[in-house]
């Protein structure tokens, strides 16, 4: 079992900036990522990085959001930029653990209250 401690969420004003981390119980996890999901929407993905630093993102933060990852310490951080409302969320840290036969286990963080005044 993966556990996943998040930190970093609040309340911050329009065009402002959050950080978020992320810290995993082990390691070999890949990807890693976050996920948000607003009130009365689907959980959607906000960014991903393998541990060889390649990153994806969804359309709507490019350019905003950064993601990076500390492999040592098994830590995943999310630097948001820009901040807009339509970005207020919770946002969930996620990672992907693939045993040695292939199966796919996911793990989340309890989620973390990302706030944006306009």
């Known amino acids: 079992q993966v556990q996943l401690v998040e930190s970093g969420g609040g309340l911050v004003q329009a065009g402002g900036s959050l950080r978020l981390s992320c810290v995993a119980s082990?390691?070999?996890?890949?990807?890693m990522g976050w996920y948000r999901q607003a009130p009365g929407k689907q959980r959607e993905l906000v960014a991903a990085?393998?541990?060889?630093?390649?990153?994806n993102y969804a359309d709507s933060v490019k350019g905003r959001f950064t993601i990076s990852r500390y492999n040592v310490k098994n830590t995943v951080y999310l630097q948001m930029n820009s901040l807009k409302p339509e970005d207020a969320a919770v946002y969930y840290c996620?990672?992907?653990?693939?045993?040695?036969?292939?199966?796919?286990?996911?793990?989340w963080g309890q989620g973390t209250q990302v706030t944006v005044a306009s």
């Open positions: 990085i393998t541990s060889g630093g390649s990153t």
């Open positions: 996620n990672a992907v653990f693939i045993t040695v036969t292939g199966r796919r286990y996911d793990y």
């Open positions: 082990a390691s070999s996890i890949n990807p």
